[in-house]
């Protein structure tokens, strides 16, 4: 069964915004995706939800039995009590087509993204003819006291002891940011005809996940008294973004730096973009953002790697508002100047990279170039030293100028190398803007796309520094056991 969620535009325009996952043999579908839509109190935004009886892999509705629809606008839902909207089904007449429950809730700001990974120990048998095939579905508890489904794990078969793959979730997703808001996770024995059997459950919250692998993340989930059965939390990590850059020297209006006092300049516009999509990486949304290629008040020294906030000491920004105002401050008190230099900054993260190697942190840089390089032979070098080290680095070309410089130390083609030396890992991604905008080049095309492609290699790249390295999860804890519970007094 499939939930096909169209928005009614104005006039006769329809667009269908997005489908459901498909879930197999069950009259009573919970479905797992959600879809995020700008409220706005004064507008009557028109919704219309298709469901569909999917027979076979075609993307053609058509092909496919229709079971109903139902119309009802955004406010409708927002309103409802609870915000929780529940419609008969219709569109086919004379039979009745069941029930629809939407919900909706306000985001949170919070943007952060949790990867984290489940095993299972000594699970209750529930196939007669072999062991279990057990799955997790994930709950976020509701203001209302009620649950919104929010993941499910691939299902293990047969075993009792399973090992979940590792999975990465937005936070509000889970909890809409607030940390203390409770967590409840089902565990269930897969069945092909959909009568899925329920071995156990149990409850927690983002705050205790935080803590990582420990005694306070194993969790009981048996319902046989006989069998002490148990789900433990046994790898919990985040992605942390660390530097942005940018680079370039303005002269007059044509320059790619120039203040525009009706859009932003092309680098504002490229750091805004990519940055909105890299910054969920981030736990705290501080981000050190430095320049480089330039004369620096009070003596005119010429750095190539300043803070933009003028702050030495602590060159962190507030998010990408944050980056943008110190970017737009330090065009009126430096004065950009050559050459321009890659190597400094490279080696400025590798210093924080070569730190932390334990596989606990990995680093991102970000460059901002118009494409002009003046010590590539240095760069070169400092990017095969980097290799070995827990980072990556992003390079976004703006302008119209050749990248060949960009995309020789981009190294897709031909790994790059310094003094006969190979890099160890592919650690550069380069990314030329003007192929994600318009004509005008004040918008850009597709942000989807742009994110795609910026993010590519970074997974792969952060696994091949994590396997050459031998780091692997934490191992599974050992077997719960009653007594490895801290002992309390009744109240």
């Known amino acids: 069964m499939q939930l096909n969620f169209m928005c009614l535009c104005g006039g006769c325009d329809t667009v269908c915004f997005g489908r459901t996952e498909v879930i197999d043999n069950t009259l009573n579908p919970d479905f797992v995706r959600k879809y995020i839509l700008d409220y706005f109190f004064e ?205 370039g020297n303005p002269s007059q209006s044509t320059s790619l730096h120039y203040m525009n006092p009706y859009q932003m300049n092309a680098y504002a516009m490229a750091l805004k973009a990519v940055g909105e999509i890299i910054q969920d990486y981030d736990s705290d949304k501080m981000f050190p953002a430095l320049g480089f290629g330039a004369k620096l008040p009070p003596d005119g020294r010429v750095s190539h790697e300043f803070p933009l906030n003028g702050n030495i000491e602590n060159p962190y920004c507030n998010g990408m508002e944050g980056i943008l105002e110190a970017y737009h401050q330090s ?40 494409g002009v390089i003046s010590d590539m032979a240095q760069t070169k070098e400092a990017i095969v030293n980097a290799a070995k080290l827990p980072m990556s680095v992003i390079i976004v070309g703006v302008g119209q100028a050749e990248f060949d410089a960009m995309v020789e130390l981009d190294g897709d083609d031909i790994r790059i190398s310094s003094r006969g030396k190979l890099a160890e890992r592919d650690i550069v991604q380069f990314v030329p803007f003007r192929d994600y905008m318009d004509r005008t080049g004040n918008h850009v095309l597709s942000m989807a796309r742009l994110a795609k492609d910026v993010l590519a290699e970074i997974p792969d790249q952060l696994i091949s520094y994590m396997k050459s390295r031998g780091i692997k999860p934490n191992p599974i804890p050992p077997a719960y056991s009653p007594g490895d519970l801290p002992q309390t007094n009744p109240v």
Not at 75 to 87: D, H, T, W
Not at 225 to 241: G, I, P, Q
Not at 349 to 363: E, K
């Open 43 to 247: 507008e009557k935004q028109n919704l219309r939800f298709d469901v569909y009886d999917i027979d076979s892999k075609s993307p053609d509705l058509a092909k496919h039995d229709f079971l109903g629809q139902v119309h009802c606008t955004l406010g409708e839902i927002v309103g409802s009590p609870a915000s929780r909207l529940e419609k008969p089904l219709g569109g086919i007449p004379g039979k009745k087509c069941g029930t629809i429950i939407l919900s909706a809730e306000e985001l949170g700001n919070c943007r952060d993204y949790a990867t984290m990974q489940f095993c299972a120990n000594k699970l209750d048998k529930k196939d007669f003819f072999g062991k279990s095939d057990p799955f997790m579905v994930f709950y976020r508890s509701n203001e209302d006291g009620t649950f919104t489904i929010c993941h499910k794990t691939e299902v293990v078969k047969n075993t009792l002891n399973p090992v979940w793959q590792p999975f990465s979730i937005p936070v509000r997703a889970l909890c809409n940011g607030d940390y203390d808001r409770t967590i409840k996770v089902e565990v269930y024995d897969w069945d092909r005809d959909g009568s899925h059997d329920f071995i156990g459950e149990f409850t927690t919250s983002y705050k205790e996940l935080c803590r990582g692998q420990s005694q306070l993340n194993i969790y009981e989930v048996s319902c046989d008294k006989d069998t002490v059965s148990s789900v433990s939390l046994c790898w919990f990590a985040s992605l942390t973004m660390t530097s942005l850059v940018l680079k």
């Open 331 to 370: 065009l009126k008190t430096v004065q950009l100047y050559g050459p321009t230099n890659f190597a400094p900054v490279v080696n400025h993260v590798a210093r924080y990279a070569a730190a932390v190697q334990d596989g606990s942190q990995y680093f991102v840089l970000l460059i901002i170039t118009d």
